[in-house]
């Protein structure tokens, strides 16, 4: 079945270090994008990517890093610069705006706790 | 910012209809009106879309005012896995940044046996 695969579900995170969040997809999908979700929050863009080898800053990008080296993955680092990473993360995919008119497809998220 | 202004919270009961209404005053004509929705925990998951014709399809009913100002989202018949934020977003069908999709704090839906 295609679909969107985030790993791992939680991660915890001692300050200072950098993580990288997985995002995987295999609906062939040219766009990717990263969220992150505060408690009772909407969704914050971070970074998006609108075809392989480009992305492009989102609304709260500092203290986060990505790549695109295979239209299939997007990973995202949250680098010890990202004073309060504590959030939960989501990634989508989707045909890019101006090519169609579909909606994204989400991950199931993770969940990163700052110990 | 949201395009669009949604009350914080709504309840129906198990079994009837439940109306979830969206503002969106400044919509442009090339924008769409799309509904998600976010179980606890969970990624959000697309509903519907809609330019200006009224759409149903099998999770629900998107009814879009003649003046596009305003939408409402139906589920004809609410159950319990129905619980969830619902959120409603304008989008434009353009490239770059202003084709991304913006999520307000949507409407918490609480349906109750």
């Known amino acids: 079945d295609g679909g969107i695969t985030q790993s791992p579900k939680y991660l915890f995170r001692k300050e200072g270090q950098n993580v990288t969040l997985s995002c995987e997809q295999n609906l062939n999908h040219d766009a990717m994008y990263w969220y992150r979700q505060d408690p009772g929050q909407g969704l914050r863009l971070i970074y998006y990517s609108q075809i392989v080898n480009d992305f492009q800053k989102g609304d709260i990008a500092e203290g986060y890093s990505v790549s695109r080296e295979k239209k299939e993955s997007f990973p995202l680092t949250v680098t010890s610069a990202q004073k309060n990473p504590t959030a939960f993360y989501l990634c989508a995919s989707s045909i890019p705006p101006g090519q169609g008119i579909y909606g994204y497809t989400f991950g199931s998220g993770t969940r990163l706790t700052v110990v | 910012d949201a395009k669009t202004t949604q009350p914080p919270s709504m309840d129906c009961a198990e079994g009837r209809a439940a109306n979830l209404p969206c503002n969106h005053s400044t919509i442009s004509g090339n924008e769409y009106v799309y509904w998600y929705r976010q179980i606890h925990s969970q990624g959000p998951q697309y509903i519907i879309h809609?330019?200006?014709n009224n759409e149903t399809n099998e999770m629900a009913s998107l009814i879009i005012t003649e003046d596009r100002k305003s939408s409402t989202l139906i589920l004809p018949h609410a159950t319990l896995r129905d619980t969830a934020v619902y959120y409603c977003i304008v989008r434009v069908w353009s490239g770059g940044s202003q084709g991304n999709l913006i999520f307000g704090k949507g409407t918490k839906l609480s349906v109750k046996p």
């Open positions: 809609g330019l200006k």
